[in-house]
């Protein structure tokens, strides 16, 4: 058997190679076709990606048109109570304590929706970029 | 192509053109597939054991080969690495196809002759008519034993066969070989 797998691996080593009948211009047209479709494909990833944060940062943008003001004085209004309760003015803690957890409550929502936005945004990024 | 430069494609060695290829010189990989592809379509074409098939896989291996080509870490790797794809592009055509490569019809090991030394010393063998005849497996097994050079268990790992499949494909089709041989 050994004779025999030494003839057969020079029978292997002598067998004659196809030619190149085209076959490298065909791999070579294909290829270049891959890549035109490879560029295609990253160019609407990036359009899509950009679009997606445009419409994230419209969203965000209306979202603070509409509810910034409020937000804002909420904020202002609980952070000028946390001063007049920290130099001393209040007298007791329970009713400003009161008032902001009522504040924080109503603006939770709002900070909510923005969460899940900027979330939802992520992770459409992410599945553009997969 | 700034990783080419003014590099003379037809005269370069072919380390350089896998490095260019990797850096995405089309022209750069389209040389390595004009040196390459007797090679790579004769591998197929003794696997398949169809021109046309062999030749449809082996652009596919080459294109999976250029979208792959950065994971090469060096290249001297090349031809394994190659090879593997190669491979690995035949046996999921022929899963698509529903091939069954697992299977032995007669499991039992054939006795290992000697070869007469008059058939081993001066024999040609027709080797594309002669592989044409044995099984699937067995040309796959045959093909990367003894005209890859790859041992065995090099082959369970390209294959995912197990050893004693594998050992049982190489051993018939050599066995058959043999056999066609000394009845020429």
Redesign the interface.
């Known amino acids: 058997?050994t004779?025999?797998?030494?003839?057969?691996?020079r029978?292997?080593a002598e067998?004659p190679?196809?030619?190149?009948d085209g076959?490298?211009a065909?791999?070579?047209v294909?290829?270049?076709g891959?890549?035109r479709l490879a560029k295609v494909h990253a160019l609407l990833l990036n359009v899509g990606a950009a679009i997606a944060g445009l419409a994230v940062f419209y969203g965000l943008y209306v979202f603070a048109t509409a509810f910034g003001q409020d937000f804002m004085a909420s904020a202002g209004l609980e952070v000028a109570r946390a001063h007049g309760a920290l130099s001393g003015s209040a007298t007791s803690w329970s009713a400003p304590a009161q008032s902001m957890l009522t504040s924080v409550g109503a603006v939770m929502t709002q900070v909510l929706l923005v969460m899940a936005a900027l979330a939802g945004g992520a992770v459409a990024y992410r599945a553009a970029q997969d | 192509m700034a990783a080419r430069g003014f590099l003379n494609l037809a005269q370069a060695a072919e380390a350089t053109l896998i490095v260019a290829a990797q850096a995405k010189d089309q022209a750069a990989f389209n040389e390595l597939v004009k040196r390459r592809q007797g090679w790579a379509r004769a591998l197929l074409r003794r696997m398949c054991n169809n021109a046309a098939e062999a030749d449809d896989l082996a652009q596919e291996a080459f294109i999976k080969a250029w979208e792959r080509l950065r994971d090469l870490e060096t290249p001297a790797a090349f031809p394994g690495w190659f090879r593997r794809i190669a491979v690995t592009t035949f046996l999921m055509a022929k899963r698509r196809q529903k091939a069954v490569f697992e299977e032995i019809d007669d499991a039992s090991p054939i006795a290992s002759e000697e070869s007469t030394p008059e058939a081993a010393a001066g024999a040609k063998i027709d080797l594309e008519r002669a592989l044409a005849r044995l099984s699937d497996a067995e040309r796959l097994c045959v093909t990367l034993n003894h005209g890859e050079g790859l041992s065995h268990s090099e082959i369970v790992d390209m294959t995912g066969l197990p050893l004693g499949t594998v050992k049982s494909h190489v051993l018939r089709g050599t066995d058959k070989l043999r056999r066609m041989l000394e009845a020429a």
């Open positions: 058997m004779e025999f797998n030494a003839v057969l691996k029978a292997f067998a190679e196809p030619v190149d076959f490298s065909r791999v070579s294909a290829v270049a891959r890549e």
